[in-house]
C-alpha cells in the first residue's frame, strides 16, 4: 500500500464548493435541433449493480441491456445519488449532492405524495425544456404531489404518466394512475381487489406512444423511472415468469395479498420469490430492447443517446434475495448503505455513431453529473450552482474529461450515514447525525473494492481529511435534518 501523500494524483481541493457549470457549445452558440441527440434516460428501481449480465449476473439473462453495453460504453465507477428512492432522484434531476440538493430523505405528505421538490430548484427537464426539447417522464416520480409544486409538470416535464406516489408503486396492481393531472381510474384492479392492469405494461405502452408522437427533427428528453424490480414481487403468470419458474430453490414469502383488505403500501406474498425476480428483471430487459427497436424503426436512433441505470443498490423487502442473485456484484452492502453496494450502479450509455461501441470507461461520476453533461448535449448553459460536472468528453471520447475532487453522499435513516469517495479513497460514517466528530471508517477500493478492510488506523491522516469534507459538504436542510427517519 502506498503512502497516502502520494496515492493521488492531480489537485485535490480542500473546500467542498459547488462547482458553477457554465456550459457552451465550442462555437459558442447553441446547436441546431437537428445537431442535438435526443436523450433516453432510463431508471430502473432498485437494481443492483451484478443484477444485469454485463456485470456479471449468471442466473438471469439480460439481453437487451447487455445490448447497450456491447454497442455502448460502460462505466464501471458510476454511482447513484444515494441509497434510497426520493433523494437520490432528487440527486439526478437537480445535479447537486445528497449533502446540497432539496431532496434529502423519503418523506410522504398526505393524501399521496412525497415531500415536493421546491419551485426554485432547476431540473435537468427545465434545462432541457428551455433548449427546445420535448419532454415526457413515464414511471415512479415521488418529488411532489399532483398540484404541488414538485408535480413533474411544474418541474419542465411536458407529460408525465404513472406514479406520483412512491409508496403507491408499491404495488404493481394499483387502483389508478396519473395522466399529467389527471387521475386514471385502474377498473380492472378494483381498488386493490382484482390483478388484471400490470401498472408497469400500462405505462411502459405509454412512453412507447410518446416516441411515436415525436416529429421529425424536434429534439426530446424521455425520462422513463421504471418501477422494476422494486419490491413487491409480483409479475403476470406469462413466459417470462415461465422461464425462471421451478429453476430455484424457493423459500416462499407472506405478505398483504391483494383483496378486501389489501393497503396500498403493502406486499404480497409471493410462492416464488426467486422466479419472480428474475422475471422482473427480464421483463424490465424487454422493456429497454423494445425502446431500442421503437427508435430504430422511427430512424432516430443514431441521434439518440440512450442511457440505462439504476436509482440505488438492491432491495431485500418483499421476499426478495440480493445474496442468491449476488445483486451488488461482489460489493458490500445493499440499498441503504453507503458501501458501495449501495450505491453503485451498472451504467451504460449508448449512441451510434458518436459512443464508441463495446467499450469501458473508468470515469468516476455520478447521478449530478447527468444535467451539467445533459445541457451541454443540448447546447445550453446551467447558470445555477450545481456539484456535477459534464462527463462528454469521457462519453465520446473526444477532449480531456476533467474529474471530480471527490464524490460525497448522505443517508438520512439509521442515525444518520456519510460518505465520500476521492480518487481510490473511500470513508464511510455510521451513526453521523449530529456527530461530525464521529468515527471514520477508510478502504482502498484499488486494492479493496468490497471494503473488508478498514485501514483508517493506518492512514488516520487521510480518515480525518475525508471526515472534514463530509462536515463541509453536509448543508443543513430544515425540511430534511440530518437523521430524520424515513416512512417509505
Same mark, same amino acid.
Request: glycine content about 10%; hydrophobic content about 35%.
Given at each position: ?14 473546500? *467542498? ?34 443484477? #444485469? ?23 464501471? @465507477? ?14 439526478? =434531476? ?19 405524495? @412525497? ?21 415526457? *417522464? ?27 406516489? @412512491? ?16 387521475? #386514471?381510474?385502474?377498473?380492472?384492479? %378494483? ?19 410518446? #416516441? ?30 415461465? =422461464? ?43 422493456? #429497454? ?33 440480493? +445474496? ?40 468516476? /461520476? ?22 456535477g460536472i459534464s462527463f462528454t468528453a469521457a462519453l465520446t471520447g473526444k477532449g ?32 453521523? +447525525? ?7 471508517? =477508510?478502504?482502498?477500493? *484499488? %486494492?479493496?473494492? *468490497? ?16 471526515? @472534514? ?13 440530518? /437523521? ?5
Open positions: 500500500m502506498k503512502n497516502f501523500k502520494g496515492f493521488l494524483t492531480g489537485n485535490i481541493l480542500q473546500n *467542498a464548493v459547488l462547482v458553477v457549470t457554465m456550459l457552451m457549445p465550442s462555437a459558442g452558440k447553441a446547436q441546431k435541433a437537428g445537431e442535438r441527440p435526443n436523450i433516453v434516460l432510463i431508471l430502473a428501481d432498485d437494481l443492483g449493480y451484478g443484477d #444485469v449480465g454485463f456485470n456479471g449476473q449468471k442466473l438471469i439473462k439480460t439481453p437487451n441491456i447487455d445490448r447497450l453495453a456491447r454497442e455502448g460504453v460502460i462505466f464501471s @465507477q458510476f454511482y447513484a445519488g444515494t441509497s434510497v428512492c426520493a433523494p437520490s432522484r432528487s440527486s439526478l =434531476l437537480s445535479g447537486k449532492h445528497t449533502g446540497h440538493t432539496y431532496i434529502r430523505g423519503n418523506k410522504s405528505v398526505e393524501p399521496e405524495g @412525497q415531500e415536493p421538490i421546491a419551485d426554485s430548484v432547476l431540473t435537468i427537464a427545465e434545462v432541457l425544456k428551455k433548449a427546445g426539447y420535448n419532454t415526457g *417522464a413515464f414511471g415512479k416520480w415521488g418529488l411532489g404531489p399532483v398540484g404541488s409544486e414538485g408535480d413533474p409538470v411544474k418541474q419542465g416535464f411536458d407529460r408525465f404518466y404513472g406514479y406520483n406516489c @412512491q409508496s403507491r408503486a408499491h404495488r404493481y396492481y394499483p387502483d389508478h394512475l396519473w395522466d399529467n393531472q389527471q387521475r #386514471v381510474e385502474l377498473k380492472g384492479n %378494483q381498488n386493490l381487489h382484482k390483478t388484471q392492469e400490470f401498472a408497469p405494461d400500462l405505462i411502459h405502452a405509454k412512453a412507447l406512444e410518446f #416516441v411515436d408522437k415525436q416529429a421529425a427533427g424536434q429534439p426530446f428528453f424521455l425520462f422513463l423511472p421504471y418501477t422494476l424490480p422494486h419490491a413487491e414481487l409480483v409479475v403476470p403468470d406469462d413466459e417470462l415468469f415461465h =422461464l425462471y419458474k421451478d429453476k430455484f430453490e424457493e423459500k416462499p414469502y407472506q405478505g398483504a395479498d391483494y383483496g378486501p383488505h389489501a393497503s396500498n403500501g403493502g406486499y404480497a406474498s409471493q410462492k416464488y420469490p426467486h422466479a419472480t425476480f428474475a422475471a422482473m428483471v427480464a421483463r424490465l430487459d424487454r422493456y #429497454v430492447g423494445e425502446v431500442l427497436d421503437k427508435l430504430k424503426a422511427k430512424g432516430i436512433d443514431k441521434n439518440t443517446l440512450v442511457i440505462f441505470t439504476s436509482d440505488n443498490g438492491p432491495h431485500q423487502e418483499g421476499g426478495a434475495d440480493p +445474496a442468491f442473485f449476488n445483486s451488488s456484484g461482489g460489493f458490500r452492502g445493499i440499498k441503504r448503505d453507503l458501501y458501495e453496494g449501495g450505491v453503485r450502479e451498472p451504467f451504460v450509455a449508448r449512441w451510434p455513431g458518436t459512443v464508441k461501441p463495446n467499450t469501458k470507461n473508468e470515469y468516476i /461520476g455520478a447521478f449530478w453529473d447527468l444535467l451539467p453533461t445533459f445541457a451541454e448535449l443540448a447546447g445550453v448553459k446551467v447558470e445555477k450552482p450545481v456539484d480531456i474529461q476533467k474529474a471530480h475532487d471527490y464524490l460525497y453522499w448522505e443517508f438520512h435513516e439509521q442515525g444518520g450515514k456519510q460518505a465520500v469517495r476521492q480518487g481510490n479513497w473511500k470513508a464511510v460514517r455510521l451513526k453521523a +447525525a449530529g456527530n461530525p466528530d464521529g468515527v471514520v471508517e =477508510l478502504y482502498d477500493l *484499488a %486494492q479493496d473494492p *468490497a471494503e473488508t478492510k478498514n485501514i483508517a488506523l493506518r492512514f488516520p491522516e487521510k480518515a480525518k481529511e475525508l471526515g @472534514q469534507i463530509m462536515n463541509r459538504a453536509h448543508v443543513r436542510s430544515v425540511i430534511f435534518p440530518f /437523521g430524520s427517519l424515513s416512512t417509505n
